[in-house]
């Protein structure tokens, strides 16, 4: 793909990055073949090869694609990460994704991954550049640029350097090895009551969803398409950067991606949004990580009693879909059950997950969803596990609760989603105080914004006793009733 497009659009720009207080940046698709190469030589020479993980962190740009291009060509599985992580965070994908080489852009709205980095990993400011870190044990090296780098950092020399080490004819022959059944990419989201999970996908399935979207978009050469979503994210990736880039489209890019929290699915819209949306075909219904973006679409924008997303009328090319029972049995007509997926894109697995704790037996992907079967039509109705839903991003309960009882004062933290008209849901949390102690939720929700991105901090805090718990019998705690619970003190509807 990537010879192919700069054969057939060579000079054309491929991605611009434009904004005020900001130099303009561009790449053709001929540069994109051409830079990647060389980072991918690079690589190579540094001991990168098939299989090999390898983390970047970059915001919308020509750098991103650069380097996403760079890691995938040449067999490797590239794992984009997102900008908004806070160091916490970041050990945590770190670790869960066995990265053995990182490589960041230095500063990024603000932003310098270099401290964020020092900050998550004790050691990289006074350490040497080869790394032994028990917190994240497969990472090797870290590479980004700018003045007065920690000492645990390399530059880009460190790749630059050797490239020439590597001729053409031998990245000729590694690619010739890659293949379509080779994983090329991970994305990382937030399973439901789980910590962060890689979503795998691999090169074939990933080719034949952007030929899809470009032309369900009617992507065309030439035409400006605007990166309206960050490309860590499958959303980005799949229906902005992949689809126009095969069709030798213009991705333009901002630093700030518009900020989709009334736009988004899950969330019930105010009028002037769905007018906003109705001009824009397809109206695009269910869509996910695990799917490589959307996997459905409507015939209309909303259906009358459905405003919480497109109806799924049509399923996209090489999808199956089930509306199924606790027994993984098809539902009759009008009734409501577990929308299940399977086909070609569907991810293959979990990163370092069993299937059997996310696939049914006969490979349908659970993705947790409520749907109700109205003849050929499957209308959602809402999310049935615990993943909160907000502002169009995936909050993981387990991930907030973590960090919000690592504070002071704060004995057991539960973190809910409650209804809301503008955000989808809210993130709520009720915290049960340690003996004697006194909670003040301004600082807690300050502190937590230096641990959490920011859309994962919780928006309303209830306190409460541990005899106010809702329990259920396998001594859990209820989590429908707990939610019910807290509207009731906040005084919200349900």
């Given at each position: ?52 993980r390898i983390g970047f962190i970059y915001g919308n740009g020509p750098s991103f694609v650069v380097m996403l291009a760079a890691i995938a060509r040449i067999g490797a ?213 695990e799917t490589f973006g959307p996997y459905s679409h409507g015939d209309e924008l909303r259906a009358p009693g459905y405003p919480l997303c497109a109806p799924m009328d ?181």
């Amino acid at each position: 793909m990537l010879r192919a497009t700069a054969a057939a659009y060579g000079d054309d720009v491929a991605v611009t990055l434009q904004g005020e207080g900001i130099p303009s940046e561009s790449v053709s698709f001929a540069g994109i073949e051409q830079q990647s190469s060389e980072l991918a030589r690079g690589l190579i020479a540094r001991g990168v090869g098939k299989g090999s993980r390898i983390g970047f962190i970059y915001g919308n740009g020509p750098s991103f694609v650069v380097m996403l291009a760079a890691i995938a060509r040449i067999g490797a599985v590239a794992i984009p990460i997102s900008t908004m992580i806070r160091a916490n965070e970041l050990v945590r994908v770190l670790r869960q994704s066995d990265v053995a080489g990182l490589i960041v852009q230095r500063h990024f709205l603000g932003n310098d991954y270099a401290e964020r980095l020092c900050d998550a990993l004790t050691g990289l400011r006074d350490g040497g550049p080869e790394l032994r870190i028990a917190g994240v044990p497969f990472l090797r090296w870290i590479i980004s640029s700018g003045a007065a780098l920690p000492s645990g950092f390399r530059d880009f020399s460190y790749l630059t350097d050797v490239a020439d080490t590597v001729p053409e004819a031998l990245l000729l022959e590694v690619e010739a090895e890659v293949h379509p059944a080779d994983q090329m990419v991970e994305i990382y989201t937030s399973g439901s009551m789980t910590l962060p999970k890689g979503v795998k996908h691999l090169h074939g399935p990933v080719m034949s969803r952007n030929h899809y979207v470009a032309r369900m978009t009617g992507r065309k050469r030439g035409a400006q398409v605007h990166a309206m979503m960050p490309m860590f994210w499958v959303g980005g990736l799949g229906l902005y950067l992949m689809s126009s880039w095969v069709a030798g489209a213009t991705i333009v890019c901002t630093e700030r991606t518009l900020n989709n929290s009334r736009v988004a699915m899950g969330s019930v819209l105010a009028a002037e949004d769905l007018k906003l949306m109705a001009q824009s075909k397809p109206f695009w219904g269910l869509g996910m990580s695990e799917t490589f973006g959307p996997y459905s679409h409507g015939d209309e924008l909303r259906a009358p009693g459905y405003p919480l997303c497109a109806p799924m009328d049509h399923v996209a090319d090489g999808f199956e879909l089930r509306v199924a029972d606790e027994n993984n049995q098809q539902v009759g007509e009008g009734e409501t059950g577990e929308i299940q997926v399977r086909g070609y894109a569907v991810t293959p697995a979990l990163h370092k997950l069993e299937r059997e704790g996310y696939f049914t037996p006969d490979g349908f992907y659970r993705t947790g969803d409520r749907g109700l079967v109205q003849g050929s039509r499957i209308n959602f109705v809402g999310r049935g596990g615990d993943m909160i839903k907000t502002a169009g991003s995936n909050v993981s309960p387990a991930e907030v609760e973590l960090e919000m009882q690592l504070l002071e004062g704060v004995h057991n933290a539960y973190v809910v989603g409650l209804p809301d008209n503008e955000r989808g849901q809210l993130v709520v949390a009720a915290v049960v105080p340690r003996d004697g102690a006194e909670l003040d939720f301004n600082h807690i929700q300050a502190q937590l914004k230096q641990r959490l991105s920011s859309y994962k901090v919780p928006r309303l805090y209830v306190a409460i006793t541990r005899e106010e718990l809702p329990m259920l019998h396998s001594n859990k705690v209820s989590r429908r009733l707990l939610e019910t619970l807290l509207a009731g003190k906040l005084g919200r509807p349900l």
